[in-house]
């Protein structure tokens, strides 16, 4: 009898002990299994696990931790219900850990000297260098997956070794499109670098400090010059998916065709205010705070332009700043033309193409005006810049001389 309940009790601890195993292997497996399809960032683990109870029922299980945050799970019916718990908690906890490391940052900023220079952490730098004001539209949209891509690397460590890793690490890394990062934009990702860091150094009272962070390694003819145009028949099929799909279809027209009339960028378009409009709406004064190189410029209105200004005044709401109030901001405007784009059928054409379109069309169509006056007008610095926008097809050249 008692070797029998010896016999039993063994047995039933070691069953025990074979569960726990099972079940922290397939934890591990689990983690592994979301590490390795890039669901999540570092320092992050989630996944949902779809549970059959014993009424037939099927359950998702979402389980999220993000660094030293609490980690948090629940159940839930469907899939997607899933996805979105997991996405607010995500950023609920990164919003608390980057507010951490800005009270940090500032209280390291109030001892200043080289060494809290040095020794502050790249990402740390980078979400507070985002959220000042001395940080450009450009370089908050530029910044935004960089304080995961540079992981753990200090100030003082990233030098030009560093930048050379970076760059081989980021070019395997693929974006949200996935599709992997192009070296333009990691060339632009390392200039933001550059000038967080120079901001950190301000803050700190550092004026000597050398960044290390470079361009340089940046591989030589890597640099491919961008020439996409609307082609025959795209910008129809644009307009017709816009009038079939959207609410705001005037306004996306509005906006489309006054950006092939002016050359203007998106951001210029989406926060233009009405009271830019000078000259019964035949001169439009872009202010310096909307422009790229922070530089204040004069667009003349041609005819088609203003009466495109002209629909967009009896769309006008009452109490609308923005010409075009309609669009929050030209990030969710610019993911907003991806999608009717690709609806569209049309391949490989983002918003700012139409800008190459704009360009070269002015040069074809008011060949009285100077080159200088079209780089004046288009916000070009520079004859290099201006060139790259500017391609001519073969149909367009024919006659410029007869």
Known sequence: MRTAKKTATRLFAMSRRLASRRQVKTSRQHLARTHNANDIMEESAMGIKEVQRANGQIKFHADVRVGSAPRKYGTFDTRKDAETFIAITEASARKAIRASAQSSLQQAAKLGGERNYARARLADVVTDYRESSSCSMRGKKALVPVADLVGNARV????????????????????????????????????????????????????ATTIGISTECIPEGSDVQRDRRLEHGEYDALMAQIKQAHSRADHWRCLVDLCLETGARLQELVLASWDELHSEDRLWKIPAKHTKKKKARKVPLSPKARSVIAELRALEKKGDKRIFQVFPNPTATSCGFRNIVIAAGIKDFRFHDLRHDSISMMIVNNPKVSVRAIMEIVGHADYASFVRYSHLRDDEVIGLFD
């Not at 930048?163 to 992997?180: E, G, I, L, Q």
């Not at 192009?182 to 550059?194: E, F, G």
């Open 156 to 207: 003082g460590s990233a030098d030009d070794e560093w930048s050379a890793k970076y760059v081989a690490d980021v070019r395997a890394t693929f974006t949200n499109r996935r599709k992997p990062y192009a070296y333009s934009t990691i060339k632009v990702q390392l200039t933001y670098l550059i000038k967080a860091c120079k901001w950190w150094a301000k803050q700190n009272k550092v004026s």
